[in-house]
C-alpha cells in the first residue's frame, strides 16, 4: 500500500531543516503506516486465495474441515491358487475386490472445499441461494438450477469447469440443496453443445457428475 507523507508540508518554515522537528511531525504518519501494514497482512492472512500452506489449514480449522478424505477403489482380480485359475483355460475366475485410501487434498483444491463449506453454511438452499452458492465456488457464471420436481436437482454450468472444480464436484457433496434433495449431477454447456471432434456433440467432459457421501 502506497502512502504519501505530508507532514514535511506542515513544519514552519524556521522548523523544516531541524531534524528533532522533522521526526516529531513525523511521528503520526510513520506509526499510522506501520498500523495499516500489519492490518494489511492480517487481513490477507484470511484470504483464502492468497493463503497456502499452514494458513489455509488455519482457515480450514476456522470453518471445521480439514485437507484429509478418502476414496474407494475397485477391480476385478484373479484367483490366483485356484484350480481353474489356469492361463489359457476356460474357467478362469475373478473376484471384484477393493480398497479404501486416505489421502490428503492439494493446497488449490483446498482452497475450492472451504469456499464450499463455507457456501453451504450460509446458503438458504433456494434456487437462488444454490446459484449464489456455486458462483462464489466455481466463477463459472452463468449457472441454472434444474428442478426436476420429483426431489432431485442437476445443475448447469454455461462456461466450462476447470479440472480442479471438476475433481471436487465429482468427488465432494458440496453443492447445497434442500434437505431430502438428491443432487443428480451437472453438465458443462459448451461442452454438450460444441461442434466437431470425434465425439460428435460435447465430448467426454459432457457427462453428469458423480459424488461420493450421499
Known sequence: MATVNYAPD???????NKPKAKAWY???????LEICTAFEQIRKTYDIDLAEGEQ????????????????????DSLLW??????????????ESSGMTVNDTVSDAIFRTLIKAKI?????????????????YITNAAPIRVVDNEDMTMSV???????????????????????????????????????WGGIYGWG???AQYGQFFGV
Open 56 to 75: 489455509l489449514d488455519v482457515i480450514g480449522r476456522i470453518v471445521v474441515i480439514d485437507r484429509s478424505y478418502e476414496s474407494s477403489l475397485q477391480w
Open 156 to 194: 448447469s454450468f454455461g462456461s466450462e469447469l476447470d479440472s480442479i472444480t471438476r475433481f471436487v464436484l465429482d468427488t465432494f457433496d458440496i453443492v447445497p440443496r434442500p434437505q431430502s434433495v438428491r443432487f443428480l449431477g451437472y453438465t458443462e454447456e459448451p461442452a454438450i453443445t460444441q
Open 26 to 32: 513525523g511521528i503520526v504518519p510513520t506509526l499510522g
Open 81 to 94: 491358487g485356484q484350480p481353474v485359475a489356469q492361463w489359457g483355460g476356460a474357467d478362469i475366475q475373478w
Open 10 to 16: 506542515r513544519i514552519y518554515a524556521q522548523y523544516r
Open 203 to 205: 465430448d467426454s467432459r
Open 119 to 135: 457456501a453451504k453454511n450460509n446458503s438458504d438452499a433456494t434456487l437462488d441461494g444454490v446459484v449464489d452458492a456455486l458462483l
